[in-house]
């Protein structure tokens, strides 16, 4: 039966073979590897990947084509999550985790974020995005598209951008242009703040005037940062920091106890 791609679940199927001969490659996938698909659609990624692969997990939200999933492929070899890639808690699927997907754009941001937490149980992951979100997030402090979810990303991930994907590789065609990324976690010994949630809660609050000088931004907090010994010119903006600075800047308010770890 012909399906018809269901809007609200960001539903733009692949058709150029030649992209995801591409994309496949770019994952290389081996034998053995625990590999989950977040949004697998009508198969375009998920076939290919099968040939490759001795087992493959899946988590796709639209029912009928879950069940579609189901009829076509033996549950040996493909196994069917019903439901929100945002819910899932992906710690029950393993380790050495490798996350794929052409991801539905109107979820990208959340999921990016919701998989944060999981990223240590994660060997890499590759995804389809918009363009203009793997911009930001790959931006270098000081570019434009350089922002929270650069900082929060880049804090945790290696990541590459591989190549774009034209409009016309997908049924229907988007009105953007796409691109694919590789995300890599950072090993142990990266630069950690010391609390994760003053960091997220840092890093939203100085981009949400991020052409603003931070002083300013941060009004209350400023008096508390020990501008000089940071290194941080007190004019500079949120989008001038880097990563290490913003992770500096996090655990000289926490311990100035204006942000609760
Ligand atoms: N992988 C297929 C392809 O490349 O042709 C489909 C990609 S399509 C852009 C996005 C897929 O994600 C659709 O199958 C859609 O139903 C599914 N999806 C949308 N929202 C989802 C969610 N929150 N959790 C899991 N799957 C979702």
């Given at each position: 039966m012909v399906h018809q791609a269901r809007k609200r679940f960001g539903q733009n199927f692949l058709v150029d073979e030649g992209i995801i001969e591409s994309i496949v490659r770019g994952i290389a996938p081996q034998r053995g590897d625990t590999v989950i698909e977040i949004g697998p659609g009508l198969s375009a990624l998920t076939k290919p990947l099968l040939q490759l692969l001795d087992h493959l997990t899946v988590v796709e939200i639209d029912r009928d084509l879950a069940g579609r999933l189901r009829r076509q492929y033996p549950a040996g070899s493909l196994t069917v999550i019903e439901g929100d890639a945002l819910q899932v808690d992906f710690s029950q699927l393993g380790t050495g985790l490798r996350i794929v997907g052409n991801l539905p754009y109107n979820i990208s941001s959340p999921l990016l974020f919701h998989l944060i937490a999981y990223a240590d149980q994660v060997v890499d992951q590759h995804f389809m995005l918009q363009r203009e979100v793997i911009d930001r997030m790959v931006a270098t402090p000081g570019s434009g598209d350089y922002g929270r979810l650069s900082v929060m990303l880049q804090s945790r991930y290696r990541m590459y951008k591989l190549f774009d994907v034209p409009p016309e590789a997908f049924n229907p065609a988007p009105r953007v242009v796409s691109a694919v990324v590789r995300m890599v976690p950072l090993p142990e010994s990266r630069l950690k703040p010391q609390s994760q949630s003053a960091f997220e809660k840092l890093v939203a609050r100085a981009f949400t005037q991020r052409r603003k000088m931070l002083r300013r931004s941060l009004n209350d907090w400023s008096g508390l940062i020990d501008w000089d010994g940071l290194g941080?010119?007190?004019?500079?903006?949120?989008?001038?920091?880097s990563v290490a600075q913003f992770i500096a800047l996090s655990d000289c308010l926490l311990s100035a106890g204006a942000l609760k770890g």
């Open positions: 941080i010119l007190p004019t500079a903006r949120a989008e001038e920091l």
